[in-house]
């Protein structure tokens, strides 16, 4: 959720990539707001490095004209309206107007927070390892954002897509993911984050460890914000959160109450520490209700599965493969 404090942390500099996405969207959606966080005298210092076009710039002249009396106010307006347009075509902006509000002090942390963008356009996955030595899986058509070298204090990266985290522990570096409109905090863990923004939804499956997951979409339907998994948990954000846990009955077989085939594949995953390959996409709307031993092997429990879809069952490599 976005705060006066977020905002202000923003404007002097202090804010972690995270915070920083979360910050430039809203803005973008709420131009008029950023005059509130800056004097008219920084104004008149802000040069953004693209204006509007003139026939655009011509239309909102003769709109405000139409509308006040004061030629002071024209003045002030088109200037204040012409700015926070800018703003909305350069996403960037505002990071200039920091820059330059905070000097060198902020400069030197500006380059340091500089990240990386590694979008992978591959159909296989790539190999990732960041400067704590925490190993990245990046997914086809995603884009994974971190910095060269984390800062003295905080481990954040920003990803659009599908990726698998191995994170290096480091109790007083909190590593942080932060994917559509959802934060994932670990101090070492492994995890995996599916957040396409064609899905406009986040899963998260927790494999080892533990982990927080924040929601910081001002929209949610939640009054909850934070939660916390165990292994076997997959989280699923979509307007509200979810969490379906890997439930175990009397006789430690395990019980699946009609969950959705992801969140079984990817259960089924942890308890045999295999990989399930499958399109989300091609499993459309079928949940799955039933208990299984882990006596039985993973391959009849699939097979089982893939019978009742009519689906496709197949060894590639080391993975089981799913299809439609």
């Keep these: 959720m976005i705060t006066k404090e977020i905002i202000t942390n923003f404007f002097e500099g202090k804010c972690d990539a995270g915070e920083v996405a979360i910050v430039q969207a809203w803005l973008a959606e709420n131009p008029a707001k ?72 902020i400069i030197s942390a500006a380059t340091v927070a500089i990240p ?36 003295s204090l905080k481990r954040d990266v920003i990803l659009n897509g599908e990726a698998t985290f191995n994170i290096a522990k480091d109790v007083a570096k909190p590593f942080s993911v932060y994917s559509n ?66 439930e175990k009955d009397k006789d430690d077989g395990y019980v699946f109450n009609n969950y959705p085939l992801d969140v079984v594949f990817d259960q089924l995953q942890i308890i045999y520490n295999e990989k399930i390959v499958y399109n989300k996409a091609e499993l459309g709307n079928r949940s799955f209700i039933g208990k299984i031993d882990k006596k039985d092997s993973l391959y009849h429990i699939l097979q089982s599965i893939a019978l009742l879809n009519n689906f496709g069952l197949h060894k590639q490599g080391d993975s089981f493969v799913i299809s439609n």
């Design 34 to 105: 950023l005059k509130e966080y800056i004097g008219a005298e920084e104004w008149e210092d802000f040069q953004p490095d693209r204006v509007l076009a003139p026939d655009i710039s011509d239309k909102l002249w003769n709109n405000i004209d139409k509308n006040t009396a004061s030629p002071a106010v024209h003045f002030s307006y088109f200037r204040w309206m012409a700015v926070a347009a800018s703003v909305l075509l350069v996403v960037g902006a505002s990071w200039q107007f920091i820059l330059k509000r905070q000097k060198t002090s």
């Design 116 to 151: 990386r963008n590694v979008f992978n356009n591959t159909p296989q996955k790539k190999a990732l390892t960041l400067s704590d030595g925490s190993a990245v899986e990046l997914l086809p058509s995603s884009t994974l954002s971190y910095p060269e070298n984390f800062t």
């Design 181 to 246: 409109s959802v934060l994932i905090t670990v101090l070492g863990t492994r995890f995996t984050v599916n957040s396409y923004e064609s899905n406009n939804a986040t899963k998260v499956v927790l494999y080892e460890g533990r982990v927080m997951v924040k929601i910081i979409d001002s929209s949610s339907q939640d009054n909850k914000n934070e939660y916390y998994l165990i292994p076997g948990d997959v989280f699923i954000f979509k307007k509200s959160a979810r969490i379906l846990h890997l």
